[in-house]
């Protein structure tokens, strides 16, 4: 604990023998994340500083890591509790990539982005050698621009813009001072920076800035609401979600085009049920879960299931049986 009452740790590998660097930094952030290292890097010297800092309900992290590779599957997400919107900073470096389930292909981020993941939703994150500063709020902070802030999920804030810019400048500014300013500041200053993610964010997502950007906010608010609310019917598709609302079918395409359609969110919610059932129900037969997330057979929620998360849910299973047990063990 600093003097001013902000919590403080710091977390490096320098101290360790090559060979146990990278898997000290995987078990470090084994709690939410895996890492995916080659079989050469394991035995390769890593470098990895952290300096960490808890504000009321914040935590906040200056980070210098090698390139790495690190992961949030289903599997995880269904067996751990961590919850919440993570922003990453990125201070440096130009070649980062990210894979989400609605873009399965990377796309490309450098030095100056700033990346917002939801730690309810599968993400791949490819970084190059860096300096970063993460950060994890409560989702709550962030629903007065996105009702559903799973939304912002993969969403990234172009470094060439002037908002983007600040919040970069800010963020680095408060990291580099927390341990100097009293608790109170320092929450406050957390809290105005996380305002100026959210607005950026609904304005690059066109949720926010004009009374048109507020229709659409409200249409996209309700769509989802209408989806999750509707996730067991069979019937449930674009058409039929358009249809009940009466919104316009081009608006809505535009606004469901970063999770790769409306009909790819509908089958993202879908299976992310079922991966949760799959694990909290391991007695529950597979078609039943299937059936229960409002896929029409067995084998339509086999196929999209490993189309999505490269494995049967009968593997999801196993893998997680074997993880529990690895875990007692």
Not at 149 to 161: F, T, V, Y
């Amino acid at each position: 604990m600093l003097a001013n009452g902000i919590s403080y740790s710091r977390f490096d590998v320098s101290g360790l023998p090559p060979q146990r660097q990278l898997l000290a930094y995987w078990e470090q952030l084994g709690q939410v994340i895996e890492v995916v290292p080659s079989r050469g890097q394991v035995r390769q010297p890593f470098i990895c500083i952290n300096n960490r800092y808890d504000i009321g309900e914040f935590r906040i992290s200056d980070t210098y890591t090698d390139h790495v590779v690190i992961e949030r599957t289903v599997a995880r997400i269904s067996r751990d509790s961590a919850r919440g919107i993570g922003f990453t900073i990125f201070l440096d470096g130009a070649t980062h990539s990210a894979t989400t389930l609605a873009r399965k292909r990377e796309y490309p981020l450098c030095g100056g982005s700033v990346l917002a993941t939801d730690f309810e939703q599968p993400v791949r994150l490819r970084r190059q050698a860096c300096r970063y500063i993460t950060f994890v709020v409560p989702s709550s902070l962030l629903q007065h621009v996105f009702s559903d802030p799973a939304a912002i999920h993969g969403r990234a804030l172009d470094p060439s813009k002037p908002a983007t810019r600040l919040i970069v400048e800010r963020a680095t500014t408060l990291i580099e001072n927390f341990r100097y300013m009293p608790f109170e500041d320092g929450h406050r200053k957390l809290a105005g920076l996380v305002e100026l993610i959210a607005a950026a964010f609904g304005e690059e997502a066109g949720l926010s800035g004009n009374k048109r950007a507020v229709g659409r906010a409200l249409m996209f608010d309700y769509t989802r609401r209408y989806v999750r609310a509707n996730l067991q019917e069979y019937e449930l598709s674009p058409d039929s979600v358009i249809e009940s609302l009466g919104f316009p079918r081009s608006t809505i395409y535009r606004l469901f085009e970063h999770e790769g359609g409306l009909g790819a969110y509908i089958r993202h919610l879908r299976l992310r049920a079922a991966a949760d059932e799959l694990v909290r129900f391991p007695s529950v037969p597979i078609k039943d879960v299937g059936y229960s997330v409002g896929f029409k057979s067995a084998s339509d929620f086999a196929r999209a299931f490993r189309r999505a998360y490269e494995m049967t849910p009968q593997e999801m299973r196993l893998n997680d049986h074997r993880y529990f047990h690895a875990e007692q063990r």
